[in-house]
């Protein structure tokens, strides 16, 4: 079998955990993901007989969906690949990798605390199928699963034994199926047109893709990149009162921040459009004019909104006749990256880092983002 070509069949161990329950550790160790995966051997079988054509291999670490959906699927590829290295285990044609003192053997299988917090943990697996027996044994995989994946008595008892917390429910999914289950998530939170990037950039990566957010800020996808219209510009292309225009843009880029913050959890590259704009870590920056070497020294202002803050910074400077004239708007994506912006703008302008700020959204006569008239 090991000559032969062999397909992945990807796969999760799927814990919903009891509610305000979170496990001990990220990992398990590697006689403890060599008895899980004996488990999953057994359940398996139960399902679909023709498992035993294939070699199942799991990773014995506890990931949230935003880890695993990533572009390339890196935890998935990192234990197709270390699972085809390895001869037949001792548990036949299973084959598990656990941590060594809380390390896993690839960085990609290292679970991130950061995530840890989720109500459901995924425990990666595969099934490597010779390429002849492959397609038979996928749609299989598809079926049963979805229609009789609940893990088996032995495997839930077992997982709750170790982990020593109460679980809802274990079942098997296929990553189509925890797509799936992720694009409801999404869209329950009326984030459907944020799926619509990811699921391009996982499955058809060489796809442009366009969509709108539910607020109307354009997105597009291509080479790699979401790309997002900047805020001042869409501001522009609003109507109403200048106070409710204020409130709008606020929760435009409370939007884009929520965005921003899935995009980096599945570690998809976010950018803005529009020449001279460029994003850093944690915010996006978009450049309108150069300093006008009559004009006064350039001052930094502070668009704030209550309940988000800092919402935009904008540089300006005022000309020989005193008008303002804005030369770049900022948009910190959290409230760490601020400084981060800031010294970015200053590196680029040459303007003191001094923030000034009066508490709202400031919009000029044409009721567009700027900075207080002198």
């Not at 590829?77 to 941590?99: I, Y």
């Not at 300093?291 to 800092?310: F, I, M, Q, R």
């Not at 904008?314 to 010294?343: E, F, M, W």
Request: charged letters at 20%; a negative charge.
């Amino acid at each position: 079998m090991e000559a032969q070509t062999l397909l992945a069949l990807p796969a999760v161990l799927a814990l919903e955990l009891a509610a305000g329950q979170a496990p001990p550790r990220l990992t398990l160790t590697r006689d403890e993901a060599d008895e899980l995966a004996g488990h999953v051997a057994t359940d398996l079988r139960g399902l679909i007989p023709q498992v035993d054509a294939a070699r199942l291999a799991l990773a014995g670490a506890l990931f949230d969906p935003v880890e695993l959906l990533r572009p390339d699927f890196p935890v998935w590829t990192t234990l197709d690949d270390l699972a085809r290295r390895v001869p037949r285990s001792r548990l036949e044609n299973v084959v598990a990798f656990g941590s060594n003192d809380g390390q896993m053997p690839a960085p990609a299988l290292q679970p991130s605390p950061h995530y840890a917090d989720g109500p459901m943990r995924l425990l990666p697996l595969t099934l490597l199928a010779p390429a002849e027996q492959a397609e038979a044994l996928s749609e299989q995989w598809e079926l049963q699963l979805i229609g009789r994946g609940e893990a088996g008595a032995h495997t839930a008892d077992w997982l709750m034994r170790t982990l020593g917390i109460p679980l809802e429910h274990v079942r098997y999914l296929t990553r189509h199926d925890l797509m799936a289950l992720t694009c409801v998530q999404y869209e329950h939170v009326n984030l459907a047109p944020l799926w619509a990037l990811l699921e391009v950039a996982l499955l058809t990566p060489d796809r442009d893709e366009s969509t709108m957010s539910a607020r109307g800020l354009n997105w597009h996808y291509a080479q790699g990149k979401a790309t997002v219209q900047s805020p001042a510009q869409w501001l522009a292309t609003q109507h109403g009162e200048a106070s409710q225009r204020a409130h709008d843009f606020a929760g435009i880029v409370f939007e884009l921040r929520q965005y921003a913050a899935l995009l980096d959890a599945h570690q998809l590259p976010l950018a803005m459009a529009g020449d001279g704009s460029e994003a850093g870590r944690g915010y996006l920056l978009e450049t309108l004019a150069a300093v006008d070497a009559d004009g006064s020294t350039p001052t930094l202002y502070a668009h704030e909104a209550p309940g988000l803050g800092v919402v935009a910074i904008t540089l300006s400077q005022r000309d020989g006749a005193g008008s303002v004239r804005v030369l770049a708007h900022g948009y910190p994506l959290h409230p760490q990256a601020r400084d981060a912006l800031l010294n970015r703008l200053s590196e680029r302008y040459g303007a003191a880092i001094e923030l000034q700020a009066r508490g709202h959204v400031v919009l000029d006569e044409s009721r567009r983002l700027s900075a207080p008239a002198p």
